[in-house]
């Protein structure tokens, strides 16, 4: 069974850095593509980033890009999504997700496990 538990959230000030990961098990993601999306109270999920698997590929939201960085760990299993310069903005749940598919992608439906999430909060 496959499972995707996110850590590393918490309370941040305004321009400071959080570094969220994701651990994958139950299977290895090697070749395709995991992501983070994030979900403001009462909004819809969104796309925050990408990354193939098995090559440095990524891609970002214009929201996040230049601020936030995808990477991963395939010895490990894990993503990790480095954040910089927080705005309040920012607060929402983030959760991390793969798809059983090679090609990146920002759509929600394309991806077919998801993690809990972890609650970053970042005050004024």
């Known amino acids: 069974q496959v499972r995707l538990v996110e850590s590393g959230g918490g309370l941040v000030q305004a321009g400071g850095s959080l570094r969220l990961s994701c651990a994958a098990s139950?299977?290895?993601?090697?070749?395709?593509?995991m992501g983070w999306f994030r979900q403001f109270p009462g909004k819809e999920r969104e796309f925050v980033a990408t990354i193939i698997w098995s090559v440095t590929t990524t891609y970002y939201s214009d929201s996040v890009k230049g601020r936030f960085f995808i990477s991963r760990d395939n010895a490990k299993n894990t993503i990790y999504l480095g954040m910089q310069n927080l705005k309040p903005e920012d607060t929402a749940v983030y959760f991390c997700?793969?798809?059983?598919?090679?090609?990146?992608?920002?759509?929600?439906?394309?991806?077919?496990?998801w993690g809990q999430g972890t609650q970053v909060t970042v005050s004024s």
């Open positions: 997700a793969a798809r059983d598919q090679p090609g990146l992608s920002r759509l929600i439906h394309d991806y077919d496990y």
């Open positions: 139950g299977r290895t993601f090697s070749g395709y593509a």
